[in-house]
């Protein structure tokens, strides 16, 4: 025969049923929400390397100072920086187009522009040669000779033609605004973006110089490193002697704020 229950015993165990079927769905629902941690690797831009010697040389500096990869920029020896890359155990996640800040996208003089694109283009073959995910692209900058509204037109047409050659090469064109007085909100950055209609085409968030421009204006989302090294300026002991100052400053600002109509 089965044993009887009182009231007061059944509500008791219902009671004690129902709390740990709820606990257990909560843990359950709480588990399901956690977002997946994603390893965070330390990763240097070359261009910041004070040490002196070859590309070897700075390699193995980077390495015995802990970080995990470098930023190579556009336009160096491929071979050299190939060997140096596998002789230090480092990696090459991303590559810095060599041409944005001195031939900009946006310059009045065609051929400059043209001497940038060939820069971009140049930079994508090499990020392909090295097996990194993106090139870091500065993509316009306004001053006194270029309007907001010409930095945005005439930047979107060049990169437009370099979007053919990153989907071959299956290298991202990672847009950075960084003391360029370009793309000053989200909704302007996430437009340029858009605009391009590629997939290639993405938003850099940069770590480091978000840091040192904190209360000068938004940057891009999204980084440069996204699936593999991300930039670190916490250095300590044989770090520091790697790490060169950067003595870039926002001396130019935009007249006109917006993109075009």
Known sequence: MLALLSRRQFLATGSAFIAAASAGSIASAADAASPKKRTIHKGIMYQTIS??????????????????????????????????????????????????????????????????????QQSLRDAKAYGASSVLLVPAVVDKKVSYADAYTRSQAEIRKAVPLAEQLGVKIAIENVWNGFLLSPLEAARY????????????????????????????????????TSRNTAASGVTKKVLAQDSTSNSSKATTTGPPS
């Open 51 to 120: 040490y002196k010697g070859s590309v070897l040389q700075k390699f193995q500096a980077v390495k015995e100072a802990g970080f995990e990869g470098v930023e190579a920029m556009g336009g160096m020896d491929q071979e050299e920086v190939l060997k140096a890359r596998d002789s230090a155990g480092l990696k090459i996640p991303s590559v810095c187009c060599h041409t944005h800040w001195i031939k900009t996208l946006s310059d009045p003089n065609p051929a400059a522009r043209e001497a940038g694109l060939e820069g971009l």
């Open 193 to 228: 973006v858009d605009e391009l209609n590629s997939k290639r085409s993405k938003a850099s968030w940069p770590l480091s110089s978000r840091l040192a421009t904190m209360n000068n204006g938004f940057e891009c989302s999204a980084s440069a490193f996204k699936n593999s």
